[in-house]
């Protein structure tokens, strides 16, 4: 049996070692939509691996490598680590309080571009490691990780390279790249993800922009083509007007929504966080708009882009326009099948000038929560937070948890050191460093009972 | 009376002298949308003006100040010219060949951001009044000069700067800041503006950009409020859809429909020039397109921005959207009445939450086809030419000739330095030498035969 009161002295006694690791990981800008420094944050990842005993190969996959690595345990089952050390683009830069790259801890919390997703999961379940090394000599089981490079660009590689390299990737288990407390700090066990289809479209109507006194009256205007095809897609009742959108979706089951039904509220804290003043579809809070969230499959402006945007007035009529669009999709929706509608619809409707170009997508997937794996690590989760963890049946984000419940037929569980002010994909990125210390001792904890588990 | 050889002869022998006084004003850059080089530009056109003894002064406007100018002649005939020195932004600037603030020569043409748009305009003025000096020793009639730093955001302090020195301005015709010959190279006579109602529109939906895979289904997107604002305005069969905005709309008579009539095709120099593959409103060409072109009201998209506009994705939904648009008037259409409108029909379409600022607009003017001053203007047009001057009735840009007609009830001409292939507003903007020259020359005549006409 480990000693998990040696294991807790060693990770607070060994805590800001793990940070300045961290600090330096952040340090190194990897910014996959940029393709900013991907190489060399794989081959920093790769040595932290080394240094800790495991085998490791950095594995080509026709975009960003991913990294893998092995080291046997005692026991012989295998546990898999999901992670990546790709972020999301730093912008915009000027609402950062300290520079996205040069990470700064204040008030108890580390900022910088990808601290928390998904950097501060990768140290802290290295740091989780390194206490039981310490502890035993040995791991308790096999362990496996595999960290991608293409997480914040929809893991573009990903499938293929997880069915070419079935073999060495086999395991019975796995955790997944994230998790986190809710806003009550109770620790959240995510068991599934919504599908994305993520494009780019765009119109060119001349091949330079016109002023917009000549042209206005008799030329085509690529702002307002984009505009209307946008609008073709879905109106201000939010329903997405794709024939056959919603023919594949799965609402959610009974067990489903008493799983939602037990979870707090959460309108509230949107409020105040997003600043925003009322939801969609007439929803003040309660269940519904938990599962709204999560259940429901979206069309998403992400960004538009067209003419003249400085300050003042430029009259000009624009020549090229685009927009970038993410579609959440939920069980049984897949991306394939949504492209294919969408570029069928948009043809349709005399949109047929309109470009769309296929930026990735992820199918949905999910883990069965009656697993006995979830049980484990819901379980081990309760001596270190002080409180049971709490089963959420489907989160509102995406990744590529479908390639391997499809691939490898394995469970997933999320255990990591988010919470809700995280600030992931948005400026002022943050770790709540009293979060990362328990983090590793959940991840010390779930290594050593799985080893045990019959 | 003036010897026009001798005029011709002095032009041509200090082309190169007035071009460089070109190159040092285009030099200085003059942005009004970003107020950009504005006082400095203001004082390098006094200091042209004074160099020819005109009486200058710097005049305030409470946005960028005014240049005004007066030297005595023979007559006691005023001729007033209307320029402006302000300059559209530069950008993009990655499609220039050669910086927009360095003026160079490349075949016969001048390069430079606002070397058309109004600056050439302003030195060939200078460089006709610098022949007459140096043939009479003085003017053949008296001339003015109001030289404004505003024209590119439609002018927003001009109306209230003549009403209130509508002595000082007092005159009795105008020639306006542009003019130019046609893809033929024969000149043109533009009688008539369209106003203007330029808008930015702007919503807010939160107070920071959420991650879409929490808020896509249920945070409103200001992307997506701001696709549906703008599509109640217009939809793809061009019909804007404000209540009333063709109301005031007064069609062509029958006098512009027989001068449109016996304009050249413009069809073919507009695919060419601008890729435009097809027109609006199944149009083809021929004199269908012209009226089209400078007849009908407009709602035209300039700009669009909002969420990510970097490359690949981010999935993010954005809290902030904004389009520029502007709405191109036709008589007796207003800014004031359309601005109204526009208000009252996006609440009415429950987009109370889109916000609009005003940036500036012009209400239409035009000046009376068989006024005898434009008889003038056509008349001294052929000699230098070789081809008679065509009258266009109305065009498609607009410009404060509003303020002029309505308040000093002068007529107002075109005679200018510009052709179809000029650039204006756009990257590489350029003046042909040859028809700087010309232009010279016709503004020589124009004085001249001014101070004799009964």
Redesign the interface.
């Known amino acids: 049996m480990t000693d998990f009161a040696q294991i807790d002295t060693y990770l607070e006694a060994n805590l800001n070692q793990s940070l300045e690791e961290l600090r330096r990981l952040v340090a190194q800008p990897s910014v ?4 900013l420094g991907l190489q060399a944050c794989a081959e920093l990842v790769a040595e932290m691996l080394h240094k800790r005993g495991f085998s490791v190969q950095i594995l080509p996959t026709g975009g960003a490598p991913v990294v893998f690595a092995e080291r046997k345990g005692r026991s012989d089952k295998t546990l898999l680590f999901y992670n990546h050390y790709d972020v ?2 730093a ?1 915009p830069l000027e609402l950062w309080e300290s520079p996205p790259f040069q990470p700064e801890i204040r008030d108890g919390k580390m900022y910088g571009r990808g601290i928390s997703d998904d950097k501060s999961h990768i140290t802290s379940r290295l740091f989780a490691i390194d206490a039981l090394l310490a502890e035993d000599g040995e791991l308790p089981c096999n362990v496996k990780f595999v960290i991608e490079g293409e997480e ?3 893991s573009v590689h990903l499938p293929q390279f997880v069915h070419s390299h079935k073999e060495l990737l086999a395991a019975d288990a796995c955790v997944w790249e994230f998790g986190s407390v809710d806003h009550r700090d109770v620790p959240m066990q995510y068991l599934g993800l ?1 599908g ?1 289809c ?1 494009v ?1 479209l765009s119109v060119e ?17 690529a ?2 083509r ?3 095809a ?2 073709s897609l ?3 009742d939010e329903r997405i007007r794709i024939p056959g959108y919603y023919d594949d979706v799965l609402p959610p089951s009974e067990r489903d929504k008493a799983l939602m039904a037990a979870l707090p509220e959460v309108s509230e804290e ?1 409020r105040t966080r ?8 007439g ?1 003040d809070g309660g269940v519904e ?1 938990r599962i ?3 259940f ?3 069309c ?20 090229r ?1 685009s ?2 669009v ?1 579609f ?1 999709l939920v069980p049984n929706q897949t991306p394939e099948k949504v492209l294919k509608a969408l570029r069928a619809h948009l043809d349709a409707q ?1 949109f047929a000038d309109v470009r769309v170009d296929y ?2 997508g992820e199918a949905p997937a999910r883990t069965d929560p009656d697993d006995p794996f979830v049980e484990l690590v819901v379980r081990t989760a309760q001596p270190v937070y002080g409180v049971p963890m709490q089963i959420v049946p489907m ?4 990744g590529p948890n479908h390639v391997f419940t499809e691939t490898l037929g394995i469970p997933i569980v999320t255990a990591g050191v988010g919470y809700p002010g995280s600030q ?4 002022n990125e943050n770790l709540r460093i009293d979060l990362y210390l328990k983090g590793a001792r959940h991840i010390a904890r779930i290594l050593s009972a799985f080893a045990e588990a019959s």
Chains 1, 2 share one sequence.
């Open positions: 996959a939509a940029q393709n999301q683009p912008e914040e660009i929809s919504r994305i993520y780019e109507t001349a091949s330079i922009d016109v002023h917009s006194g000549i042209g206005g009256s008799i030329f085509p205007n702002a307002w984009l505009v209307w946008l609008n879905k109106g201000p949107y997003y600043g925003v003043q009322q939801f969609l579809h929803l708009l709204a969230e999560a429901q499959p979206t998403t402006i992400c960004g538009l882009t067209s003419g003249y945007q400085g300050k003042g007035s430029k009259t000009v009529l624009p020549a326009a927009a970038k993410d959440r005399g930026l990735g989160i509102g984000g995406s992931a994909h948005a400026p």
